[in-house]
């Protein structure tokens, strides 16, 4: 009896199934993140990748998107790095700001990089930065050739290091 129910119901699965492929193809391809990049060009044993999409930083996720490209939010070490950065940035167009892998949170005033947590470098602050604004302001942004930083979930854009 129930046999032969499944008998009968079969060509309706059949003709279903084209169906059912799609919406499952359909509900994969939603849930991959659309995640777009400018890349720069190998530069003192780095590339360098710059999202393009403004949206709410997250030191967490944003290293790890730059794990997937098989680096690190970008560190930058020195004078000659803070150039090459600039320039890249600028390349991007777009606007700011860049979120860097620089940040004191959890430690004020002490600045270190998210991926390996050791003490940052370099540090090339804007006039009258780093104000840690409402005692709130612990990720470090790129913006027009000088550091600011800045709120972790403000909205904007990130760079990647890809070691090469
Ligand atoms: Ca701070
Ligand atoms: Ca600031």
Known sequence: MF????????????????ILLLLIILVETSMQEDVRYYSSQVLRGSKYY?????EPFNLAKMNDRCKKLGGYLVQIDNKQE?????FIAYDA???G??????????????????NDKK????LKWRWF??????GREHCVVF?????????CGKRGRYICEVPV
């Open 3 to 18: 046999h032969q129910f499944l008998l009968d119901l079969h060509p309706v699965i059949m003709s279903l199934f084209p």
């Open 50 to 54: 710059v999202s393009k999409k403004h």
């Open 82 to 86: 803070h150039t090459d950065v600039s």
């Open 93 to 95: 167009r777009g606007l």
């Open 97 to 114: 700001p860049f979120f860097t892998g620089i940040t004191d949170e959890g430690s004020e005033g002490r600045y270190y990089y998210y």
């Open 119 to 122: 003490p940052a470098k370099y």
């Open 129 to 134: 930065q780093p104000d840690n604004w409402k």
């Open 143 to 151: 913006w027009s050739y000088r550091f600011n930083d800045l709120w």
